[in-house]
């Protein structure tokens, strides 16, 4: 059997069904409903099955279309940096607030994408997060809570 | 009818539904045009701003930007050789020969009209065949509703491309399992939460929208250095030259035209099949059936060959909206991610939505009729204005993805642990599709995942546990065939070819 990386995803496909398997079995179904025919676990134990069932066929059967893919041409610099900022974007928005940590996810997006027109990224960050958040509180009404503009006001 | 066609331009005509739909199309075309960005990023970046909207109001936005996204995709094919959407692939065969004889705005022309009437004709055939269907479908119990979804699941992974079914398959069980995260709706016990609260609701659909597709596709793009907006750039400086078409190429449409629309809207209609099947079948028909000096020119910038794939393409995204209204079981991805938003609406599709809320069904189909109109006044001749906007630089655009889709995401549930979930999803999703594994079959068994488990615990409940549910209708027999012969034949060709 050739192994490449189809197959080791089908692998770990096959590892994650076991594991949503043995999760399945462990649901807790209230004691009436244990024999039932139908009950909260059946439909996931059937999912269970029918991962293992896929993903072995996909293991064990031939692959005589093999994806390659050239790890050197990928960016992987970048892409990890942009996952990053995103993380930290999640990590500081119920803290900072929307506005602040927008803009600032968008700025940061743009300069380690490799933008250099300042002018350019400052008015694609904070104006236009500003204009967007107004469309979205102001005319779409919905809220969006920000400590930040509350501090000075801008908003109630 | 009559009343509800009524009923459907009384909502689709008012000047904010317009207004929608004239956004929709512009926003979809602009997405449509990046290769690599379909209409399925399109629609689900539109989501969140739908929310904000009534349930028609967001529907019509949402199937302005599907049409967008086709007709987007159909002049990236012919100006660039560089297909937006997979449906418009075979619209490149003729297309780009034609634009580089110089006749890029005949090109065009021809695809909008055939676009347009493609349209025209499948809006008639819905017409008729949605209520008929609508009543057809009552008859229909959870046996069948469940042979049915199995059939859907399984025609989309069959009719992905070659020697992906095992991996499509895979998607689909993935689909399922992450729809079964949360309370069980009958019994309200958890599952695979894990006791994290914030998974006590499941998953949101939004949220793997987003991160299978806009996320994903933003983080591919940078990972695999590609330049989507190229192309547009490319666009903006192509001359098109002039978009009239001439009385001999029109004799030519019209012959072309209501076979294609037919072939596209049959197809459309099938689950899982859709319009990129639709267009190269129609252009396989319309080879066959030309004369012979007709199918000398096919490849080389034939009007048959141009005109084929673009009409059934538009009759085919007219067509998925049949089971998707009348048995609320989307058969693509693009119609799968709209049923997800009906959902949302608190709008459950199906036979009974023609009946509950005729103002959404028949709306739908109208608005689907005046976005072709708006695409034909309006963004034929603004194409080249539309590649300018799209000639912003790789560094806006990615960054702008991003923002639009986490945006969505927290102004949904104001909770940063979603966002982590999507950059989690997103970040699986995107190492997925560097191998090939296809996203439209997860979407459609998320969206289809928690119907499903209803109609099997009813069918399971009332047999007593029996799976004779299976057979004991006729109905559903005949649709658990359709699905073993569809897998059947499918082994046999790939077997053929020793691919699986």
């Known amino acids: ?156 | 009818m009559i009343e509800g066609i009524l009923i459907g331009l009384s909502t689709a005509l008012t000047l904010q539904n317009i207004f929608m739909v004239m956004i929709g199309c512009f926003f979809g075309t602009i997405i449509g045009m990046l290769p690599g960005l379909g209409p399925m990023t399109a629609i689900a970046l539109m989501i969140p701003i739908t929310y904000g909207f009534d349930p028609a109001t967001g529907l019509i936005l949402m199937a302005g930007v599907y049409y967008g996204a086709v007709f987007g995709g159909s002049t990236s094919s012919i100006l660039l050789n560089a297909p937006g959407v997979p449906g418009t692939v075979a619209t490149s065969f003729d297309g780009y020969p034609m634009a580089q004889q110089g006749k890029a705005g005949k090109a065009l022309a021809i695809a909008a009209w055939s676009s347009f009437a493609g349209g025209t004709f499948s809006a008639i055939y819905l017409l008729f065949l949605a209520p008929s269907l609508s009543k057809v479908s009552l008859s229909f119990r959870s046996p069948d509703y469940f042979a049915l979804m199995i059939l859907g699941l399984t025609a989309i992974a069959a009719f992905s491309s070659k020697g992906q079914f095992l991996k499509a398959m895979m998607m689909v069980v993935l689909g399922l399992m992450l729809a079964s995260v949360g309370q069980d709706s009958l019994s309200d016990i958890t599952r695979f939460t894990f006791d994290n609260m914030n998974l006590t609701d499941g998953i949101s659909f939004v949220l793997v929208v987003m991160a299978t597709f806009a996320m994903s596709e933003a983080l591919t793009i940078i990972l695999k250095r590609n330049d989507p907006t190229a192309a547009a750039k490319q666009v903006s400086l192509t001359e098109l030259g002039s978009i009239k078409i001439d009385k001999e190429d029109r004799k030519k449409m019209y012959k072309t035209i209501p076979r294609s629309s037919v072939i596209g809207f049959l197809i459309g209609v099938l689950p899982g099949a859709g319009a990129t099947i639709a267009s190269f079948l129609a252009y396989g028909m319309e080879r066959n059936l030309v004369n012979d000096d007709e199918k000398q020119k096919f490849g080389k910038g034939s009007v048959n060959g141009l005109s084929a794939p673009e009409t059934a393409n538009n009759a085919a995204c007219s067509g998925s909206f049949v089971p998707m209204l009348t048995l609320g079981i989307p058969g693509s991805g693009t119609t799968a991610v709209m049923l997800g938003a009906l959902l949302g609406f608190g709008v459950q599709p199906g036979p009974r939505l023609y009946m509950t809320n005729p103002e959404i069904f028949w709306s739908i189909i109208m608005s689907m009729y005046i976005g072709m109109v708006i695409l034909l006044i309006l963004n034929l001749p603004l194409i080249p204005y539309i590649a300018r906007i799209l000639a912003v630089p790789k560094n806006y655009l990615i960054p702008l993805i991003l923002f639009f889709s986490i945006t969505g995401i927290y102004v949904m549930s104001f909770n940063n642990f979603d966002i982590y979930l999507m950059i989690g999803i997103a970040v699986v999703a995107t190492f997925l599709r560097l191998y090939d594994f296809p996203m439209p079959p997860l979407i459609l068994a998320f969206v289809l995942g928690g119907l499903m488990e209803e109609n099997l615990r009813r069918s399971l409940l009332l047999s007593n546990g029996s799976w004779e549910f299976l057979w004991d209708r006729t109905l559903t027999l005949c649709i658990l065939l359709t699905t073993a012969f569809i897998v059947i034949w499918h082994i046999y060709k790939n077997f053929k070819r020793k691919i699986i």
């Open chain 1, 1 to 156: 059997m050739n192994i490449n990386t189809t197959k080791i995803i089908s692998l770990l496909f096959f590892i994650f069904s076991v594991f949503y398997l043995y999760t399945a079995y462990q649901i807790q179904v209230f004691a009436f409903d244990e024999n039932a025919p139908f009950n909260a676990k059946t439909f996931p134990i059937y999912l269970g099955y029918a991962g293992l069932f896929f993903s072995g066929l996909k293991l064990i059967l031939p692959d005589p279309e093999t994806i390659k893919v050239e790890h050197k041409n990928l960016e992987y610099k970048k892409t990890a940096i942009l996952i990053t900022i995103a993380i930290i974007y999640g990590a500081t928005i119920l803290k900072i607030g929307y506005f602040l940590t927008t803009s600032f996810f968008l700025f940061g997006s743009y300069y380690f994408l490799g933008e250099r027109r300042w002018i350019l990224m400052f008015l694609l960050s904070f104006p236009f997060v500003a204009a967007f958040m107004y469309l979205l509180h102001g005319v779409l009404e919905i809220y969006l809570r920000d400590p930040f503009l509350k501090l000075i006001g801008v908003m109630g």
